[in-house]
Protein backbone atom coordinates (compact mmCIF):
# COMPACT_ATOMS: atom_id res chain seq x y z
CA UNK A 1 0.00 0.00 0.00
CA UNK A 2 1.22 3.40 -0.68
CA UNK A 3 -0.11 6.58 0.96
CA UNK A 4 0.31 9.97 0.19
CA UNK A 5 0.88 11.78 3.76
CA UNK A 6 -0.19 15.39 3.59
CA UNK A 7 1.45 17.47 6.58
CA UNK A 8 0.83 20.49 4.73
CA UNK A 9 3.17 23.62 4.63
CA UNK A 10 3.91 25.08 8.01
CA UNK A 11 6.63 23.37 9.87
CA UNK A 12 8.99 20.55 8.83
CA UNK A 13 8.26 17.05 10.42
CA UNK A 14 9.46 16.42 12.68
CA UNK A 15 9.05 19.86 13.83
CA UNK A 16 12.21 21.53 15.46
CA UNK A 17 10.05 22.52 18.42
CA UNK A 18 6.39 23.47 18.96
CA UNK A 19 4.07 21.34 16.24
CA UNK A 20 1.08 19.42 17.12
CA UNK A 21 -0.28 17.88 13.70
CA UNK A 22 3.74 17.85 12.95
CA UNK A 23 4.47 16.08 15.77
CA UNK A 24 1.63 12.73 15.28
CA UNK A 25 2.62 12.70 11.90
CA UNK A 26 6.29 11.57 12.86
CA UNK A 27 4.98 10.00 15.83
CA UNK A 28 2.66 8.05 13.17
CA UNK A 29 4.55 7.12 9.79
CA UNK A 30 7.66 4.71 11.39
CA UNK A 31 5.20 1.99 12.43
CA UNK A 32 2.96 2.02 9.38
CA UNK A 33 6.10 1.86 7.50
CA UNK A 34 7.56 -1.12 9.85
CA UNK A 35 3.89 -2.55 9.02
CA UNK A 36 4.51 -2.42 5.32
CA UNK A 37 2.93 1.12 4.27
CA UNK A 38 5.05 3.12 1.56
CA UNK A 39 5.02 6.78 2.64
CA UNK A 40 5.00 9.67 0.29
CA UNK A 41 5.03 12.75 2.49
CA UNK A 42 3.71 16.29 1.44
CA UNK A 43 5.80 18.90 3.44
CA UNK A 44 8.60 21.09 3.30
CA UNK A 45 12.00 20.56 2.17
CA UNK A 46 13.53 20.73 5.77
CA UNK A 47 11.62 17.60 6.57
CA UNK A 48 13.67 14.93 7.99
CA UNK A 49 11.14 11.87 8.76
CA UNK A 50 12.93 9.13 6.92
CA UNK A 51 9.85 8.06 4.13
CA UNK A 52 9.52 6.49 0.49
CA UNK A 53 9.57 10.33 -0.98
CA UNK A 54 9.27 14.09 -0.08
CA UNK A 55 6.60 15.88 -2.09
CA UNK A 56 7.30 19.74 -1.27
CA UNK A 57 7.05 23.35 -2.93
CA UNK A 58 8.54 25.59 -0.28
CA UNK A 59 11.83 24.39 1.28
CA UNK A 60 10.89 25.08 4.99
CA UNK A 61 8.18 25.94 7.06
CA UNK A 62 5.72 28.76 6.30
CA UNK A 63 4.88 29.19 9.78
CA UNK A 64 6.00 33.04 10.44
CA UNK A 65 3.86 34.07 7.11
CA UNK A 66 0.80 33.10 9.21
CA UNK A 67 1.23 36.44 10.75
CA UNK A 68 1.08 38.38 7.30
CA UNK A 69 -2.13 40.10 6.69
CA UNK A 70 -4.90 37.19 4.61
CA UNK A 71 -4.00 38.83 1.03
CA UNK A 72 -0.36 37.81 1.74
CA UNK A 73 -0.91 34.26 3.28
CA UNK A 74 -3.90 33.22 1.35
CA UNK A 75 -1.96 31.51 -0.88
CA UNK A 76 0.64 29.48 0.94
CA UNK A 77 -1.51 26.89 2.11
CA UNK A 78 -3.23 26.44 -1.58
CA UNK A 79 0.56 26.09 -3.74
CA UNK A 80 1.36 23.47 -1.24
CA UNK A 81 -2.20 21.75 -2.27
CA UNK A 82 -1.74 22.53 -5.72
CA UNK A 83 1.17 19.89 -5.45
CA UNK A 84 0.01 17.67 -4.45
CA UNK A 85 -2.98 17.81 -6.42
CA UNK A 86 -0.79 17.85 -9.30
CA UNK A 87 1.23 14.82 -8.13
CA UNK A 88 -2.33 12.62 -7.50
CA UNK A 89 -3.24 13.61 -11.52
CA UNK A 90 0.43 12.46 -13.10
CA UNK A 91 0.98 9.44 -10.71
CA UNK A 92 -1.82 6.10 -10.42
CA UNK A 93 0.49 4.85 -7.60
CA UNK A 94 -1.13 5.84 -4.70
CA UNK A 95 -3.90 4.20 -3.15
CA UNK A 96 -5.32 6.54 -0.19
CA UNK A 97 -4.28 9.91 0.95
CA UNK A 98 -4.19 10.71 4.50
CA UNK A 99 -4.62 14.51 4.93
CA UNK A 100 -3.58 16.36 7.91
CA UNK A 101 -4.05 19.99 6.66
CA UNK A 102 -6.89 22.12 8.16
CA UNK A 103 -10.02 23.20 6.06
CA UNK A 104 -8.18 23.13 2.73
CA UNK A 105 -7.09 20.15 2.56
CA UNK A 106 -10.41 18.09 3.23
CA UNK A 107 -12.13 20.94 0.81
CA UNK A 108 -9.54 20.07 -2.00
CA UNK A 109 -9.77 16.13 -1.66
CA UNK A 110 -13.57 16.57 -1.94
CA UNK A 111 -12.87 18.39 -4.98
CA UNK A 112 -11.20 16.09 -7.07
CA UNK A 113 -12.96 14.12 -9.60
CA UNK A 114 -14.01 10.69 -8.84
CA UNK A 115 -10.92 8.82 -10.11
CA UNK A 116 -8.95 10.52 -7.47
CA UNK A 117 -7.50 7.82 -4.86
CA UNK A 118 -9.75 8.03 -1.29
CA UNK A 119 -9.10 10.50 1.13
CA UNK A 120 -9.12 10.45 5.00
CA UNK A 121 -9.11 13.62 6.73
CA UNK A 122 -7.62 13.58 10.50
CA UNK A 123 -9.54 16.36 12.36
CA UNK A 124 -6.76 17.62 14.88
CA UNK A 125 -8.98 20.28 16.09
CA UNK A 126 -11.92 21.78 17.85
CA UNK A 127 -15.02 20.65 15.12
CA UNK A 128 -16.90 23.85 16.28
CA UNK A 129 -14.74 25.62 13.91
CA UNK A 130 -15.72 26.53 10.57
CA UNK A 131 -19.34 25.77 10.48
CA UNK A 132 -20.20 26.65 7.40
CA UNK A 133 -17.33 23.67 5.29
CA UNK A 134 -18.18 21.12 8.06
CA UNK A 135 -21.82 21.65 8.40
CA UNK A 136 -22.75 21.73 5.18
CA UNK A 137 -19.76 18.90 3.93
CA UNK A 138 -19.98 16.36 0.92
CA UNK A 139 -17.01 14.36 0.11
CA UNK A 140 -18.62 13.13 -2.61
CA UNK A 141 -18.36 9.13 -1.65
CA UNK A 142 -14.48 9.11 -1.75
CA UNK A 143 -13.29 11.86 1.45
CA UNK A 144 -14.10 9.85 5.14
CA UNK A 145 -12.87 11.79 8.13
CA UNK A 146 -11.45 10.47 11.21
CA UNK A 147 -11.44 12.07 14.66
CA UNK A 148 -8.57 12.28 17.29
CA UNK A 149 -11.28 10.90 20.12
CA UNK A 150 -14.97 10.09 20.63
CA UNK A 151 -16.07 13.08 22.10
CA UNK A 152 -14.92 15.39 19.43
CA UNK A 153 -16.74 13.81 17.26
CA UNK A 154 -19.58 13.47 18.75
CA UNK A 155 -19.66 17.58 19.09
CA UNK A 156 -18.89 17.55 15.21
CA UNK A 157 -22.02 19.02 13.18
CA UNK A 158 -24.05 16.15 12.02
CA UNK A 159 -22.92 16.28 7.79
CA UNK A 160 -19.15 15.51 9.45
CA UNK A 161 -20.26 12.78 11.12
CA UNK A 162 -22.02 10.76 8.45
CA UNK A 163 -18.39 11.05 7.03
CA UNK A 164 -16.82 9.75 10.40
CA UNK A 165 -14.73 6.08 10.00
CA UNK A 166 -14.52 6.79 13.81
CA UNK A 167 -11.69 8.14 15.75
CA UNK A 168 -7.84 7.08 16.71
CA UNK A 169 -6.79 8.27 20.35
CA UNK A 170 -3.03 10.28 20.05
CA UNK A 171 -0.31 8.11 20.64
CA UNK A 172 3.76 9.18 21.97
CA UNK A 173 6.96 7.41 21.08
CA UNK A 174 7.39 7.64 25.16
CA UNK A 175 4.31 5.03 25.90
CA UNK A 176 6.76 2.29 24.17
CA UNK A 177 8.55 0.40 26.80
CA UNK A 178 6.96 2.41 29.46
CA UNK A 179 6.17 -0.33 31.49
CA UNK A 180 9.51 -1.23 31.97
CA UNK A 181 10.93 1.95 32.83
CA UNK A 182 11.85 2.59 36.56
CA UNK A 183 9.35 5.23 38.79
CA UNK A 184 10.48 8.89 38.47
CA UNK A 185 11.13 11.04 41.44
CA UNK A 186 8.25 12.70 42.53
CA UNK A 187 9.10 16.51 43.12
CA UNK A 188 6.44 18.84 45.09
CA UNK A 189 5.27 20.81 41.60
CA UNK A 190 2.41 20.84 39.85
CA UNK A 191 3.20 21.15 35.84
CA UNK A 192 0.39 22.67 33.19
CA UNK A 193 1.78 21.43 29.69
CA UNK A 194 0.65 23.55 27.00
CA UNK A 195 0.24 26.61 24.83
CA UNK A 196 -0.73 29.19 27.05
CA UNK A 197 -4.27 30.32 25.59
CA UNK A 198 -7.75 30.77 27.61
CA UNK A 199 -8.78 26.80 26.75
CA UNK A 200 -6.03 25.22 28.74
CA UNK A 201 -7.31 27.77 31.92
CA UNK A 202 -3.76 28.42 32.94
CA UNK A 203 -5.52 31.34 34.94
CA UNK A 204 -7.59 28.80 37.03
CA UNK A 205 -4.88 26.68 37.53
CA UNK A 206 -2.39 29.36 38.77
CA UNK A 207 -5.55 31.33 40.88
CA UNK A 208 -6.00 27.96 42.66
CA UNK A 209 -2.09 27.38 43.59
CA UNK A 210 -2.32 30.70 45.41
CA UNK A 211 -5.75 29.89 47.30
CA UNK A 212 -4.94 26.10 47.91
CA UNK A 213 -1.38 26.56 48.56
CA UNK A 214 1.08 24.48 45.81
CA UNK A 215 3.53 25.04 43.72
CA UNK A 216 2.75 25.45 39.76
CA UNK A 217 4.98 25.51 36.88
CA UNK A 218 3.44 26.52 33.54
CA UNK A 219 5.19 25.44 30.60
CA UNK A 220 4.13 26.57 27.35
CA UNK A 221 4.17 29.74 24.09
CA UNK A 222 2.56 32.36 24.57
CA UNK A 223 1.53 33.08 20.73
CA UNK A 224 4.66 33.04 18.87
CA UNK A 225 6.56 33.93 22.04
CA UNK A 226 8.69 31.09 23.81
CA UNK A 227 10.68 32.90 26.48
CA UNK A 228 9.33 34.69 28.71
CA UNK A 229 12.50 37.21 28.24
CA UNK A 230 10.92 37.45 24.58
CA UNK A 231 7.93 38.48 25.11
CA UNK A 232 6.94 42.44 24.69
CA UNK A 233 5.06 43.92 27.23
CA UNK A 234 2.21 45.38 24.72
CA UNK A 235 2.39 42.24 22.71
CA UNK A 236 -1.00 42.27 20.07
CA UNK A 237 -1.96 39.05 20.22
CA UNK A 238 -5.31 36.67 21.85
CA UNK A 239 -2.97 35.02 23.87
CA UNK A 240 -0.37 37.44 24.68
CA UNK A 241 -3.62 39.48 26.21
CA UNK A 242 -5.20 36.67 28.00
CA UNK A 243 -1.82 35.92 29.38
CA UNK A 244 -0.67 39.69 30.58
CA UNK A 245 -4.65 40.25 32.32
CA UNK A 246 -5.25 36.75 33.29
CA UNK A 247 -2.22 34.67 34.51
CA UNK A 248 0.55 37.41 34.94
CA UNK A 249 -1.10 38.44 37.81
CA UNK A 250 -0.53 35.49 39.47
CA UNK A 251 2.81 34.05 37.96
CA UNK A 252 5.11 35.56 41.01
CA UNK A 253 7.77 33.63 40.32
CA UNK A 254 7.50 31.50 43.47
CA UNK A 255 3.92 29.68 44.04
CA UNK A 256 3.64 30.05 40.45
CA UNK A 257 6.14 30.49 37.47
CA UNK A 258 6.17 30.83 33.79
CA UNK A 259 9.08 29.12 32.20
CA UNK A 260 8.48 29.18 28.78
CA UNK A 261 8.13 26.46 26.61
CA UNK A 262 10.50 23.26 27.36
CA UNK A 263 11.44 20.59 24.86
CA UNK A 264 13.35 16.92 24.61
CA UNK A 265 14.73 15.69 27.91
CA UNK A 266 14.43 18.67 29.69
CA UNK A 267 10.38 18.32 28.89
CA UNK A 268 10.20 14.84 30.12
CA UNK A 269 12.08 15.17 33.50
CA UNK A 270 9.69 17.82 34.13
CA UNK A 271 6.64 16.28 33.25
CA UNK A 272 7.99 12.98 35.33
CA UNK A 273 8.99 14.60 38.11
CA UNK A 274 5.79 16.85 38.41
CA UNK A 275 3.56 15.31 41.28
CA UNK A 276 0.91 15.92 38.63
CA UNK A 277 0.05 17.52 35.38
CA UNK A 278 -2.93 19.69 35.68
CA UNK A 279 -5.21 20.41 33.20
CA UNK A 280 -7.97 23.09 34.24
CA UNK A 281 -9.58 22.93 31.01
CA UNK A 282 -11.94 25.53 29.91
CA UNK A 283 -12.48 23.82 26.52
CA UNK A 284 -13.48 20.19 25.12
CA UNK A 285 -9.80 19.30 24.73
CA UNK A 286 -10.33 16.95 21.21
CA UNK A 287 -7.12 14.59 21.11
CA UNK A 288 -4.37 15.78 24.55
CA UNK A 289 -1.44 14.76 23.22
CA UNK A 290 0.13 16.20 26.86
CA UNK A 291 -2.63 13.22 28.87
CA UNK A 292 -1.02 10.70 26.91
CA UNK A 293 2.82 11.95 27.24
CA UNK A 294 2.13 12.32 30.57
CA UNK A 295 1.22 8.75 31.69
CA UNK A 296 4.06 7.56 29.63
CA UNK A 297 6.36 9.45 32.36
CA UNK A 298 4.66 8.14 35.09
CA UNK A 299 2.64 11.23 35.69
CA UNK A 300 -1.12 11.46 36.57
CA UNK A 301 -3.70 14.08 35.47
CA UNK A 302 -5.55 16.18 37.22
CA UNK A 303 -7.93 17.98 35.26
CA UNK A 304 -11.42 18.87 34.70
CA UNK A 305 -14.00 16.14 33.35
CA UNK A 306 -14.08 17.90 29.77
CA UNK A 307 -13.47 16.73 26.22
CA UNK A 308 -11.32 13.66 25.49
CA UNK A 309 -10.00 13.38 29.48
CA UNK A 310 -12.39 10.72 30.23
CA UNK A 311 -11.68 8.58 27.48
CA UNK A 312 -8.02 9.25 28.11
CA UNK A 313 -7.92 8.99 31.95
CA UNK A 314 -9.19 6.86 34.27
CA UNK A 315 -10.28 8.41 37.17
CA UNK A 316 -8.72 7.39 40.68
CA UNK A 317 -6.73 4.65 38.83
CA UNK A 318 -4.20 7.36 36.12
CA UNK A 319 -5.76 10.47 37.22
CA UNK A 320 -8.43 12.30 39.14
CA UNK A 321 -11.29 14.20 37.39
CA UNK A 322 -14.05 16.20 38.24
CA UNK A 323 -16.68 18.90 37.18
CA UNK A 324 -15.72 21.32 39.79
CA UNK A 325 -13.57 23.83 39.70
CA UNK A 326 -12.56 23.73 43.44
CA UNK A 327 -12.56 20.28 43.83
CA UNK A 328 -9.90 20.10 41.04
CA UNK A 329 -7.17 22.06 43.74
CA UNK A 330 -7.98 19.15 46.14
CA UNK A 331 -7.65 16.48 43.78
CA UNK A 332 -4.62 18.04 42.86
CA UNK A 333 -3.23 18.03 46.39
CA UNK A 334 -4.13 14.27 46.85
CA UNK A 335 -2.19 13.12 43.37
CA UNK A 336 0.17 11.15 45.25
CA UNK A 337 -2.13 8.27 45.86
CA UNK A 338 -2.06 7.87 42.21
CA UNK A 339 0.52 5.00 41.31
CA UNK A 340 2.46 6.26 38.27
CA UNK A 341 3.37 2.74 37.74
CA UNK A 342 -0.27 2.03 36.61
CA UNK A 343 -0.06 5.21 34.47
CA UNK A 344 2.67 3.98 32.53
CA UNK A 345 1.15 0.60 32.19
CA UNK A 346 -1.39 2.70 30.95
CA UNK A 347 0.19 4.49 28.05
CA UNK A 348 2.03 1.22 26.92
CA UNK A 349 -1.16 -0.93 26.52
CA UNK A 350 -3.31 2.01 24.50
CA UNK A 351 -1.07 4.40 23.33
CA UNK A 352 1.72 3.31 21.64
CA UNK A 353 3.29 4.57 18.13
CA UNK A 354 2.73 0.88 16.91
CA UNK A 355 -0.75 0.43 18.13
CA UNK A 356 -1.92 3.74 16.51
CA UNK A 357 0.12 2.90 13.18
CA UNK A 358 -2.37 -0.72 13.63
CA UNK A 359 -5.18 1.34 14.27
CA UNK A 360 -4.96 3.67 11.03
CA UNK A 361 -3.59 0.87 8.91
CA UNK A 362 -7.23 -0.98 9.54
CA UNK A 363 -8.50 2.03 8.65
CA UNK A 364 -6.93 2.59 5.59
CA UNK A 365 -7.68 -1.24 4.33
CA UNK A 366 -10.99 -1.17 4.96
CA UNK A 367 -11.49 2.44 3.39
CA UNK A 368 -9.47 1.26 0.23
CA UNK A 369 -11.22 -2.03 -0.24
CA UNK A 370 -14.38 -0.40 -0.04
CA UNK A 371 -13.79 1.99 -2.05
CA UNK A 372 -12.82 -0.25 -4.71
CA UNK A 373 -16.01 -2.15 -4.21
CA UNK A 374 -17.64 0.79 -4.89
CA UNK A 375 -19.64 0.48 -1.97
CA UNK A 376 -18.15 3.17 0.20
CA UNK A 377 -21.31 4.62 0.10
CA UNK A 378 -23.39 2.38 1.64
CA UNK A 379 -21.23 1.01 4.65
CA UNK A 380 -22.59 2.08 7.91
CA UNK A 381 -19.37 4.01 8.77
CA UNK A 382 -21.75 6.07 9.45
CA UNK A 383 -22.98 9.46 11.95
CA UNK A 384 -21.68 8.47 15.63
CA UNK A 385 -18.48 6.93 14.61
CA UNK A 386 -17.57 3.83 15.90
CA UNK A 387 -14.59 3.76 18.66
CA UNK A 388 -11.30 1.33 17.12
CA UNK A 389 -10.38 -1.20 19.35
N1 LIG B 1 4.73 21.03 24.45
C1 LIG B 1 6.10 21.08 24.55
N2 LIG B 1 6.66 22.04 25.30
C2 LIG B 1 5.93 22.96 25.99
C3 LIG B 1 4.51 22.89 25.89
C4 LIG B 1 3.94 21.91 25.12
O1 LIG B 1 6.83 20.26 23.98
O2 LIG B 1 6.50 23.79 26.66
C5 LIG B 1 4.14 19.97 23.62
C6 LIG B 1 3.39 18.94 24.45
O3 LIG B 1 4.31 18.08 25.09
C7 LIG B 1 2.50 18.30 23.37
C8 LIG B 1 2.20 19.47 22.42
O4 LIG B 1 3.17 20.49 22.72
O5 LIG B 1 3.25 17.33 22.68
C9 LIG B 1 0.82 20.05 22.61
O6 LIG B 1 -0.14 19.19 22.08
P1 LIG B 1 -1.56 19.02 22.82
O7 LIG B 1 -2.37 18.04 21.99
O8 LIG B 1 -1.36 18.68 24.25
O9 LIG B 1 -2.19 20.48 22.77
P2 LIG B 1 -2.58 21.43 21.53
O10 LIG B 1 -1.60 22.56 21.57
O11 LIG B 1 -2.48 20.62 20.26
O12 LIG B 1 -3.98 21.89 21.87
Not at 197 to 215: I, N, V, W
Amino acid sequence: MRVLMNAGPWLSVPPRGYGGIENVVATLVPPLRDLGVEVVLASVGTSTLPVDELLSVFPDGQFSALQRPYNQVCGVAQAHMHRVVRALRERDDIDLVHDHVEAVGLATMAALGRDAPPALHTLHWDLAKHPELYGGFDGGGRVRVNGVSASQLARAPEALRAHSVGHVHLATPLATGADRRPRPTKGDHLLILGRITPGKGQDLGARLAHEYGFDLILAGPVGPYHDPADLPPDADNPDARYFRERVAPHVDGQRVRWIGTVSGQERDELVANAKAVLAPLRWEEPGGTFVVESLALGTPVVALARGCLPELIEDGRTGLLTDDENELAELALAADKIDPAECMAEAARRFTPARMASQYLELYERFIHSHSCNRVDTLSYGVGSRALP
